[in-house]
């Protein structure tokens, strides 16, 4: 009757195990480390630069603890903080030798201190909130007047190149603050250029000025083009500080929407506000411009006399390229980049994808230029480098492009990884800072795990009083429910906070009712008169319906706050449903396991150890 067949209990164990496995990295805490990662797009960051990190630190006489290169750079673990500074200023001059133009970031972080038998197995500490673990947290403000001249900016090429390939003249398209005016000499043609435009760019209001031989056509942007173009503009540099935030190796960052137009980001664990601002206010633009190869012209900007409408740049490998000022497309013209091969040569390549805008303009392009070069350049921090710069082999059309020739596999994938990165769509303005030190947040985590103890010991000790050997079977059950909740979240890499914390107290208080339940079950059924072994089982089995029906009641409460709450609340939620789960588990299935193991193999039982205080007949006898 009160018997588990053998799988239950290995499953239980087992169960017992993996958590175990899985919860003992947050209890190894984090070790100070330095962090060297690229600053520039068209750096990589590899085995060597590990190298170089490594002999840098040695010939500086910097104990470490650990050195690694993963996805995010190159990371040095350290004994003590003041190492960890060391380190940081002693890098920072060696791999930044001009401070104007630097060429690595090179940040502190805090690195995980579990052993590599863990890490192998997959066993990481859960993710800490900015509330418990520091870091620092900014509030941008988009620039919205700003998207909105970078798109005015954009429409007016493309009203060029449609003007064109519809044989309309005009005489010349300027962009006045908000509007863009196109001028014409000549009425009918200014009615033909409203029709084509009306047909063709849906976004625009147009309206007609002026008399005689100074025809205009006012176009402005239309209130619903406006909204879409600046949730966009939010939308795309969200996308692209994620990408960048890469840079610093942040464990789940914050990058949340506030408002209309402004942006929170926080990171957890930064320890250095001023290299996030640094790399948070990069700006980075793609343009395609054509390469000038008048002769002559080049050798004449390398003595210092750089041709009007040109500019000098550096090629890959350091090879000096004079380009054009004039920009042909910029990156917000790419929808992917995905690198390849060339069908012909089978040298490494990177196809490109255009919008159907950009598609027109490439193809213009290519057909006038065939057997020119063509540059990508990289626009960061005001400061330009060629990607790329191939030969025009042919008129391109329909949107497909393909860049190749002295390409390597890995840089076709870097130079791919670059154009889908993107630039922002607006500038932005950080308008709050705010640091949180890791004392502070230590002291969080020292906080909310003692109000979970002396909670968990009130519990304990309110429970083996009342229930006493079942009581205490309840703590254990409790215990391993707690197990659960914190392998559960370290497993799944969630993000612990404050709110957090207090789910976790709150999930065992309900947890240890469904324990309450069980037990009150067993007591009624003996008072009803019934064996020790059949109160066992009733009461595990009439108690389960009641435990399910408001586990699920509160189960639909923590999924309305996991779905329509945010930021804190969503937190709270997670560890909250999360800990409903586990203690079903560990309330029935855990606890009845430990009463099995007691009570289910003794045929005849006097009494149960369950702090019983009334008996069948006591009132009878006591008349």
Known sequence: MNRYPLWKYVTVAVALLVSLVYTLPNFFGESPAVQ????????????????????????AGVAINGIFLDATGVKVRLHNSDSQLQAKDILERQFNPDPADPQYVVALNLLSSSPQWLTSLHALPMYLGLDLRGGVHFLLQVDM???????????????RSLLRDKNVRHSGINREGDRLIIRFRDNDIRSKARSVLESNQSDLSLAEQGEGDDLRLVATLKPEAI???QEFAVKQNMGTLNNRINELGVAEPVIAQQGADRIVVQLPGVQDPGKAKDILGRTATLEIRMVDETAGALEAAQAGQVPFGAELYVERGGV??????????????????????????????????????????????TRDNVGKRMA???????????????????????????????????????TALLLRAGSLAAPMEIIEERAIGPSLGAENIRKGFHSTMWGFAAIAVFMTAYYLLFGLVSVVALAANLLFLVALLSLLQATLTLPGIAAIALALGMAIDANVLINERIREELRNGSSPQLAIHTGYERAFGTILDSNITTLIAGIALLIFGSGPV???AVVHCLGILTSLFSAVVVSRAMINLIYGNRRKIESLAIGQIWKPGNTAAAQ
């Open 320 to 365: 000096p390229l004079l380009v054009k000022k004039q920009v042909v497309l910029t990156g917000d013209r790419l929808t992917d980049a995905q690198p390849g091969f060339d069908s012909q040569t089978q040298e490494p390549a990177v196809h490109l994808t255009l919008d159907s805008a950009g598609a027109r303009i490439f193809k213009d392009v």
């Open 145 to 159: 007047k700003g998207a909105l001249t970078k798109r005015l900016d954009s429409i007016s090429g493309d009203l």
């Open 36 to 59: 060297v990662s690229s600053a520039k797009a068209t750096l990589k960051v590899d085995e060597k630069t590990r190298e170089r990190v490594a002999i840098t630190l040695q010939s």
């Open 376 to 414: 990508i350049v990289l626009i960061e921090k005001g400061k330009g480098e060629v990607v790329t710069a191939p030969v025009i082999r042919a008129e391109i059309g329909g949107g497909r492009v393909q860049i190749s020739g002295r390409m390597s596999t890995m840089e076709a994938n870097d």
């Open 227 to 229: 909204k879409r173009i």
């Open 570 to 572: 969503r937190g709270f």
